[in-house]
């Protein structure tokens, strides 16, 4: 519902992010807790979350973590290795806390070493997802080291998922944080049972922000920021258009600002700052923020079959401007769009 000054949507999840662990965690969780009411919480921690007994503990980590009064609900993810058996699928699904398994290509990402080196490893436990109706979230980029790193999620739809979608035509998928037009054409053309996330950043940012006038760390971010034409405005047509395909995945990834800033930056970007005024700006530049409530607060929930979030939000239409950095467990982290102004504010 859209007044002059205000828009008001029923509260949104985020279908991807990461919170990391220890401090670092109870730095950034009330960050996604004053805004949405759940989150898929990705397992890349050191060691990976790949069994019913770590996700449980890494639940409690975080409810133990959430501000008083906190109505946020984590939704525990499972990290696939070449060893992922069965049953541990079935195990984690009996949990009741795990609603999701991630599969990340060894070595595609940060803290992503210990991920699947060959598809054909994974068919058992894909098989076993599909008998569940347990849904597979991709981080789709190939790791061959001859493949152009701007092409690595089409070299991946190419080469893997189009060959898994056919060998599991029921099986739900997420193809995460999509960065292509490639990508958004894969989703577009295949069945109702493939979807996908798009990021803020990938939507409000593309190469040049990253590249011209000198590297910037606080933009690097895997898979890496793309041209703006045909990618940047593919992914703003289509997760603005409506379609419930898309929705809403921060990957929101908060890394320590001297961390970002060495001489190999890791990759990631914090979002969760802002996140849904994020969002709202990029709908406004499509003249489409009547999308916005689909996009982040229905098409996921239908998905993974959740019920709507009971509860709303109120934006207003307000300059702010994103501070420099935030605490992070001893250190700061430097937010995404630092510095600038946006023109949306969550009412608190």
């Known amino acids: 519902m859209q007044h002059n000054d205000t828009l008001q949507i029923i509260r949104p999840d985020d279908w991807h992010l990461h919170v990391r662990s220890g401090e670092a965690l109870k730095s950034v969780i009330g960050m996604t807790a004053t805004q949405m009411g759940r989150a898929i919480i990705m397992p ?147 069945s109702e049972n493939i979807a996908a996330t798009i990021t803020p950043h990938h939507l409000l940012a593309n190469r040049n922000d990253m590249l011209v006038g000198g590297i910037k760390p ?15 405005q593919a992914l703003l047509s289509a997760a603005t258009s409506g379609n419930a395909k898309f929705f809403l995945g921060t990957d929101s990834a908060p890394h320590a600002k001297n961390d970002k800033e060495s001489s190999c930056g890791c990759a990631g970007i914090l979002s969760a700052h802002c996140a849904i005024e994020l969002y709202a700006s990029a709908f406004e530049s499509q003249n ?39 605490p992070f467990a001893n250190t700061t982290v430097v937010p995404f769009m630092a510095g600038k102004t946006l023109g949306w504010k969550l009412v608190p």
């Open 218 to 232: 606080h933009y690097f971010c895997l898979p890496i920021l793309k041209r703006e034409n045909p990618h940047q």
């Open 288 to 326: 489409a923020l009547d999308k916005l409530e689909g996009f982040a607060s229905i098409f996921g929930a239908d998905f993974y079959g959740l019920p709507h979030n009971k509860e709303t939000i109120t934006l207003k239409k307000q300059d702010w401007i994103v501070p420099d950095s935030y």
């Open 44 to 190: 890349n921690l050191m060691p990976p979350v790949s069994n019913a007994a770590q996700a449980k503990q890494y639940y409690q980590e975080i409810v133990n973590a959430l501000p008083a009064e906190s109505s946020f609900t984590p939704l525990m993810v499972l990290y696939l290795t070449d060893n992922t058996m069965t049953e541990q699928i079935q195990a984690a699904v009996d949990g009741g806390l795990v609603v999701a398994a991630k599969l990340y290509p060894a070595g595609a990402t940060i803290n992503s070493d210990s991920g699947v080196t060959d598809i054909a490893n994974i068919y058992p436990a894909l098989e076993k997802m599909q008998q569940l109706g347990m849904p597979l979230l991709i981080h789709g980029e190939v790791t061959d080291v001859a493949i152009d790193i701007f092409d690595r999620e089409a070299v991946f739809i190419e080469r893997i998922l189009t060959q898994v979608v056919k060998d599991f035509p029921e099986l739900k998928i997420v193809f995460e944080h999509i960065t292509t037009k490639d990508a958004v054409d894969f989703v577009l053309s295949a």
